[in-house]
Every structure is written in C-alpha cells, then in structure tokens.
C-alpha cells in the first residue's frame, strides 16, 4: 500500500473515532443535563441553583461547540475523497494540515468537556440528597 492511501487510511480512521467519541459525548450530555433538570439535590445547599445553572450555561456552550465539530467533521470527511484527484503533493500537505488543525480542536472540546464533566459530578456528588436504606 502507498504511503499516501495509508495516511488516508489513518485520517479515515480518525474521523470515525472522532464521530463516535462526539456521539457518546451527546448522549452523555443529554444524561447529565436530565440530572441537572431533577429534583435529587438538597434544597437547603447554598447557591446551589445559581451553581446549576452556570453548569447548565457551560453544557449548553459545550453542546454547541461539539455540534459545531460534528460538522466540521462531517465536511472535512466528505473532502476526504478529493484527496485522491489532487496530482501535486501541496493540495496533499493542505489536506493533512487541515486534519491536523481539527485535531487539535477535537482533542482540546474533549479535554474541556471531560473538565466541564468532571466539575459537574464533584459538585453533584457532594449535594445529592442521601436516602435512607430501606432495611
């Protein structure tokens, strides 16, 4: 196999990771948002629905954001096969700088959103109302 259907291979894959990892992320959105939306926190915490509200705010950007991605996705998936019907290795080089631009944003939303998730659960976590055992 050429070295250029082999990075194409690579990008290829890429992408469709790339797709699952923001379709996971948009279901666990929705999972996370349901449970800012309930009724499982403590009414007597201090603050607590400002603090929600600012993590619903953050979700609602971060949604937004990977919506965006999907989409740049999506566009530069379908470039994808022009590669082949570029003859000079610069239309190549433009193609793989791009790839590498949009990984570098997917990898920083990921980082970002893992953050975003990771306050949302240590806050929750300490404010969740606690039920007695039933025994």
């Avoid at 740049?72 to 290795?89: A, T």
């Avoid at 920083?108 to 959103?113: A, L, P, Q, T």
């Avoid at 806050?123 to 109302?129: C, E, N, W």
Wanted: charged share 35%.
């Amino acid at each position: 196999m050429m070295v250029r259907e082999r990075k194409i291979e690579v990008m290829h894959d890429e992408l469709q990771n790339w797709k699952s990892y923001l379709l996971f992320i948009e279901d666990e959105m929705a999972f996370i948002q349901g449970l800012l939306d309930s009724y499982v926190f403590e009414p007597s915490t201090p603050n607590l629905f400002e603090r929600l509200d600012t993590f619903k705010q953050h979700f609602d950007t971060s949604k937004k954001n990977r919506k965006s991605l999907a989409e740049s996705i999506r566009k530069h998936e379908n470039g994808l096969g022009g590669i082949f019907e570029c003859v000079e290795h610069e239309c190549d080089n433009h193609y793989y700088e791009k790839h590498q631009n949009l990984k570098d944003e997917i990898t920083d939303y990921i980082k970002n959103y893992i953050n975003l998730k990771k306050e949302v659960y240590d806050y929750a976590g300490s404010v969740l109302k606690k039920k007695k055992p039933l025994y």
